[in-house]
């Protein structure tokens, strides 16, 4: 008598357990992605950030030592009528359109702002009309105007300056946002510059 085949194992899916097991699985490795991309886009934006607020700051200064460069052009001595830690202000034509400009430069540490002051004179600089005022810098921590004379001595007085410096550091903490961590780059500039008009003599 020939026996009966055994019938197939027929094949089952797979259990409740094992589902469970492979979501959990799936959703932490997809959990440990998100978090890393999430990571990776916070030091992108910090990194951004931080160097462009040092291009700014380094153009800022710069665009300030170029007319501090070129003060007193079209004008004679004294050209410098302020010269303090905290604020520079002199005459002279800036623009090269033949009218008599003043520029001050303005540090104020309530706000953290430097601010540029433009005025002119259409009677040679007896009286001065208000032309703009702009800020050049924000979110200062520290700035500081230094005035050398010639050889690097300290001036007598504002007629003595020869050469201008200016150093600027931003603050650490001003321009935070979600995506850089609360801060931005922490940097301080150092930028010294000639006055053209008083080098030549």
Do not use: C, H
């Not at 600089?125 to 690097?152: C, K, Q, R």
Request: hydrophobic share 40%.
């Amino acid at each position: 008598m020939i026996s009966p085949s055994p019938s197939p194992r027929v094949r089952r899916g797979f259990s409740l357990v094992e589902t469970l097991v492979v979501i959990v699985i799936s959703m932490l490795v997809a959990g440990t992605i998100v978090t890393l991309m999430v990571g990776q886009m916070r030091t992108t934006s910090s990194l951004n950030r931080d160097m462009l607020n040092e291009q700014s700051l380094r153009d800022n200064m710069a665009y300030v030592m170029d007319e501090v460069n070129a003060m007193g052009n079209g004008t004679a001595e004294p050209f410098i009528s302020e010269a303090t830690e905290t604020s520079l202000q002199f005459n002279g034509d800036v623009d090269n359109d033949g009218t008599l400009d003043q520029i001050q430069y303005i540090y104020d540490a309530g706000k953290g702002t430097l601010s540029r002051v433009l005025r002119d004179s259409a009677d040679g600089g007896n009286t001065w009309d208000d032309v703009a005022t702009d800020v050049l810098i924000p979110n200062i921590e520290e700035l500081e105007f230094s005035y050398f004379a010639t050889g690097n001595e300290d001036p007598l007085d504002a007629d003595a300056i020869t050469a201008v410096q200016l150093r600027v550091k931003l603050n650490e903490g001003a321009g935070a946002t979600e995506f850089n961590n609360g801060r931005i780059a922490e940097e301080e500039q150092v930028s010294r510059v000639t006055i053209r008009n008083r080098t030549l003599d």
